[in-house]
């Protein structure tokens, strides 16, 4: 273990903030020779940048770093793919530190937990799964590391979606909660920019032939809240405002930005009706235009039966490490809403414990990575046994 809290040491100083593609790229760089001499097929996929808006919501065009895919016998009867990611949700700010908390091994550091952590139970439970004794056929695998999840995954989601979709399951490899629960319902969650179009005019000497696009937007955002609070499960927040350049001038262009979360996957569609109504009694009412951009990035998971399925199967291999196993929901997002959306029974907070997740004091609990190693070869042992026995999906494995 020593070897591989020294190898979780070195990925933490590689700085790979998510608007840092080149920093991305030395990170998953670093992970191909690692994939390779499992005897997999590794590729560094380059993604097309995304479209998004900038704070004066002009449409900008950002780069990612490339995808990390690696593939070990496709042709076999049971896949399972892992999914982790190598982006940081922020620059690094000092090098890795060892310490304890609790008297427990800690490794503190901007991505140590998030996600770094769950790329090393990920690599060293295969490490150990191939090193074992396997029968032909085994199972199969794929490995999928994405640059930009804390982005929202805009430019790797499409792939990682289709290439997911001939898997039986997947399991993905963020933080689990502090006391060890895998991740099971996760919100929903969409990020939009509202640009309001006005009329540019002397504030005192022609104001009838001006259009506040401040004071449309200012309306928009107190209609925007009334909707939320009117709909239970739902919640908005305007992030980012801004607009106008004189008091004197009528602004002719305003800008703001919000984040909406919900758990129903209907409220996606309410949320969309709502935004069309407002978005349309905002025009009429101030003789202004309105372009909205934006969507849910993060559609709403709960677990479907396959899903709940591939968790129990999950508690039956941690029992037989000696281990119980229990799951709870969560407010934050992951690529496990993008599987789940997509039909692909997945299991979520594989990842190793910590805390101080998106925050400079990010750390995480060294002991808790052999642990989820553990849980996850038993795991993949338990796929090879039903993979000699005939080959059934693992989500639906009983
Ligand atoms: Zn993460």
């Not at 909660?177 to 509202?194: I, K, Q």
Request: net charge neutral.
């Amino acid at each position: 273990m020593d070897d591989l809290f020294g190898t979780l040491e070195r990925w933490v100083r590689v700085a790979s903030w998510s608007r840092d593609p080149a920093g991305v790229r030395r990170m998953v760089a670093s992970l191909t020779p690692l994939f390779r001499s499992l005897g997999a097929c590794v590729d560094l996929v380059s993604l097309d940048p995304w479209n998004t808006w900038d704070e004066d919501g002009r449409a900008v065009r950002v780069a990612v770093g490339p995808a990390l895919w690696a593939v070990k016998r496709p042709m076999a009867p049971v896949q399972v793919l892992l999914v982790a990611h190598a982006d940081t949700a922020l620059p690094l700010a000092a090098p890795p530190e060892r310490g304890t908390h609790r008297g427990r091994p800690t490794l503190r550091g901007v991505g140590a937990l998030d996600a770094k952590g769950g790329i090393a139970v990920a690599w060293e439970a295969l490490r150990r799964f191939e090193a074992g004794d396997l029968p032909e056929p085994a199972v199969g695998w794929g490995v999928w590391i994405a640059p930009d999840e804390e982005l929202g995954s805009p430019a790797s989601a499409p792939l990682l979606v289709s290439r997911a979709a001939r898997y039986g399951a997947a399991l993905v490899f963020e933080p689990s909660h502090p006391d060890g629960a895998l991740v099971s319902d996760r919100t929903g969650s969409g990020n939009f920019t509202v640009v309001v179009h006005g009329r540019r005019a002397h504030a005192g000497r022609n104001p009838d032939e001006g259009r506040n696009a401040v004071h449309a937007l200012a309306a928009f955002v107190v209609e925007l809240e009334r909707w939320a609070e009117d709909t239970p499960g739902v919640r908005v927040n305007v992030g980012e405002i801004r607009g106008g350049e004189a008091v004197n001038v009528i602004p002719e262009r305003a800008v703001a930005r919000w984040n909406v979360r919900c758990r129903d996957p209907l409220d996606v569609q309410r949320f969309s009706q709502g935004l069309t109504r407002i978005h349309a009694r905002i025009e009429a009412r101030y003789d202004v235009r309105l372009e909205v951009h934006g969507e849910f990035g993060r559609p709403p998971r709960r677990l479907d039966d396959r899903t709940l399925a591939l968790y129990e199967r999950l508690a039956e291999c941690a029992g037989r490490i000696g281990r119980s196993l229990r799951w709870a929901p969560s407010g934050g997002v992951s690529d496990a809403n993008l599987l789940s959306a997509a039909g692909v029974a997945c299991a979520d907070g594989l990842g190793p414990r910590g805390d101080g997740m998106h925050t400079p004091e990010e750390w995480v609990d060294l002991h808790s990575l052999e642990e989820r190693i553990e849980l996850v070869t038993e795991f993949l042992r338990t796929l090879n046994a039903a993979c000699r026995a005939g080959g059934r999906s693992p989500g639906a494995v009983p």
